[in-house]
């Protein structure tokens, strides 16, 4: 679990490399096909060889996808995953589908299987940085042109991927950006990537809230690691050194220790779920 920035997807392909397994993705934009660059999906590289489920396969124009549907396909994944003998780990930013998952009606998750929740956690006025600093890359790596080729003055944004934060916002620019000057396109683009970053900071907020409601709810598989320091590093060697150090190798541990003591437990219980995601 984590707010948006802080990391969640870096851990689940780090854990997922160490286990030899796959991820389910619970983010619920990124389920939708298109806009990578808004919607911050790995990449190939990032990957690693890593497969990852139900990550960039619907496309919006067939609407939402509930928390039920979710919980539903998220949980034939795991099925097939845990008949493999494979450790389940579920990434993403929406713990609505994550609690939904958990309370499926086909069986509550938590009964039949073993869970364990890592919060990877980030003090807010540090994630807000970094959040901020992150759409200005986004904007230099084609965010504005990847929007505009969605662009539709008459689209619904309340349905599928048009709900991620900065197509709305990126919307009222594009609707006026041929009735206007230069000088007055830069101001207008200036609000609207003021709007994408005040908007995520308070999704972060928002998510650290529900997370810390899930945490109390899970209490007894949940573990907290805290991520502050690697984003206070200057440069990228020292956020990798520290990211090992602080986050990787006491989650490797933590997951570890968990699945051991899951066999050792009982060896017929179909395999464990490890979860990361956020809340939204």
């Avoid at 984590?2 to 490399?17: Q, V």
């Avoid at 968990?258 to 437990?265: A, E, G, Q, T, Y």
């Amino acid at each position: 679990m984590g707010a948006t920035g802080s990391g969640k997807s870096r851990l689940a392909i780090d854990l997922a490399t160490r286990f030899q397994t796959d991820i389910i993705n619970s983010d619920k934009i990124q389920v939708y096909k298109g806009l990578d660059v808004l919607t911050n999906k790995v990449t190939p590289q990032e990957c690693r060889g890593v497969p990852h489920h139900l990550l960039g396969v619907f496309d919006s124009e067939d609407g939402n996808l509930t928390a039920t549907d979710f919980a539903l396909l998220a949980s034939q994944e795991i099925s097939t995953l845990s008949a493999n003998n494979k450790l389940p780990i579920v990434a993403g930013g929406s713990n609505s589908y994550i609690e939904a998952l958990a309370n499926h009606s086909s069986g509550p998750l938590l009964n039949n299987y073993e869970c364990c929740f890592i919060w990877v956690d980030v003090s807010l006025p540090v994630l807000n940085s970094f959040v901020s600093k992150r759409v200005d890359r986004m904007m230099e790596a084609g965010l504005l042109d990847e929007v505009r080729q969605v662009y539709d003055p008459k689209a619904d944004y309340s349905v599928g991927i048009r709900r991620a934060i900065g197509v709305p916002e990126l919307h009222e620019y594009l609707r006026y950006e041929s009735l206007v000057d230069r000088a007055t396109q830069r101001k207008m683009l200036d609000v609207a990537v003021k709007k994408i970053k005040q908007n995520t900071e308070i999704l972060a907020c928002r998510q650290l809230q529900k997370i810390q409601r899930l945490s109390k709810k899970w209490k007894s598989c949940m573990h907290h690691v805290d991520a502050t320091e690697v984003f206070l590093k200057h440069n990228e060697e020292e956020a990798d050194e520290a990211w090992e150090n602080l986050v990787a190798r006491p989650t490797k541990r933590i997951v570890d220790k968990f699945s051991n003591r899951h066999v050792m437990k009982n060896d017929s219980v179909e395999h464990c779920l490890t979860t990361i995601g956020a809340a939204s």
